[in-house]
T-cell receptor, first 117, second 115 residues
Framework: GAVVSQHPSWVICKSGTSVKIECRSL??????MFWYRQFPKQSLMLMAT?????????EQGVEKDKFLINHASLTLSTLTVTSAHPEDSSFYIC?????????????FGPGTRLTVT | AQKVTQAQTEISVVEKEDVTLDCVYETRDTTYYLFWYKQPPSGELVFLIRRNSFDEQNEISGRYSWNFQKSTSSFNFTITASQVVDSAVYFC????????????FGAGTRLFVKA
């Protein structure tokens, strides 16, 4: 089956620093990737939609200058949390839509747990 | 706008009991997909089922069954003879054609199955 990986699995960073999270589709090409954020005991909230070779589309209320998304290739999307603060501590999950496959098809990564101290 | 409501925040049952998790959705689209995912403590989402808006057939997979009713905009999930391993958070989700098939999740229902 289709596999999506995320790196790192967990990361701890100091307040004010930036951290990059990678999302890779390992055995398929993904024209679209989605980024979600999940706070403890809450649901997954869609942050942005990332299409290969174009700018990401952010959901309302998500600061695009704070959460930089780059989808430079058909197998890699990155989310950079700039100037991270403790309130950015969360579980970040990506998903990828296979190129040329059924419209609803998407596969989720295992998530990255970010802790900002 | 698409919306998914899971009114049950937490459910606690004793092993071998049956339990139903409710899901109500809102959409103006005629083409949409509904999903159920399981999220164990590890955090990784486990896909359970997908249903499209044109297929109201109920489905059974082992101890799991799903009841899709467009008339009430519901897509409920029943676990028969629950087991401790079923303890997790369960999410109902909606993906609609008009929204570019981005997936919107309900709030989730935390299921505790006690031995």
């Amino acid at each position: 089956g289709a596999v999506v990986s995320q790196h790192p699995s967990w990361v701890i960073c100091k307040s004010g620093t930036s951290v990059k999270i990678e999302c890779r589709s390992l055995d398929f090409q993904a024209t679209t990737m989605f980024w979600y954020r999940q706070f403890p005991k809450q649901s997954l909230m869609l942050m942005a939609t990332s299409n290969e070779g174009s700018k990401a589309t952010y959901e309302q209320g998500v600061e695009k200058d704070k959460f930089l998304i780059n989808h430079a290739s058909l197998t890699l999307s990155t989310l950079t949390v700039t100037s991270a603060h403790p309130e950015d501590s969360s579980f970040y999950i990506c998903s990828a839509k296979p190129r040329g496959q059924l419209k609803y098809e998407q596969y989720f990564g295992p998530g990255t747990r970010l802790t900002v101290t | 706008a698409q919306k998914v409501t899971q009114a049950q925040t937490e459910i606690s049952v004793v092993e071998k009991e049956d339990v139903t998790l409710d899901c109500v959705y809102e959409t103006r689209d005629t083409t949409y997909y509904l999903f159920w995912y399981k999220q164990p403590p590890s955090g990784e989402l486990v896909f359970l089922i997908r249903r499209n808006s044109f297929d109201e057939q109920n489905e059974i997979s082992g101890r799991y069954s799903w009841n899709f009713q467009k008339s009430t905009s519901s897509f409920n999930f029943t676990i028969t003879a629950s087991q401790v391993v079923d303890s997790a958070v369960y999410f109902c989700a909606l993906s609609e054609e008009g929204g570019g098939f981005k997936t919107i999740f309900g709030a989730g229902t935390r299921l505790f199955v006690k031995a």
